[in-house]
């Protein structure tokens, strides 16, 4: 299975902007951005083909980007415009999630309004 390491988060006042990244031991196909909440099921953000194809969940569309390096095998979520509600764990995975999957530690984002 693929190792998956993500990084970027913090701390950040509403309006403001992060920029996450996920470097994965091997080449995937299809990456997606993962977020879970304190009492809520996680649930994907956006997701990216190798062809660089997107999609993105309607709350976080206009304001997040997702994007991929296939060489490094890494993928960035550009985050703008960020709302309290945006505080999240954020992972990255394989989209769609695999049967039988691991999770990295993820990258927590935090939102202060």
């Known amino acids: 299975q693929v190792q998956l390491v993500e990084s970027g988060g913090g701390l950040v006042q509403a309006g403001g902007s992060l920029t996450l990244s996920c470097v994965a031991s091997g080449s995937v196909n299809r990456m997606g951005w993962y977020r879970q909440a304190p009492g809520k099921q996680r649930e994907l953000v956006a997701a990216?083909?190798?062809?660089?194809?997107?999609n993105y969940a309607d709350s976080v569309k206009g304001r997040f980007t997702i994007s991929r390096d296939n060489v490094k095998n890494t993928v960035y979520l550009q985050m703008n415009s960020l709302k309290s509600e945006d505080t999240a764990v954020y992972y990255c995975n394989e989209f769609p999630l695999p049967v039988v999957t691991n999770w990295g530690q993820g990258t927590q984002v935090t939102v202060s309004s």
């Open positions: 990216i083909t190798r062809g660089a194809n997107t």
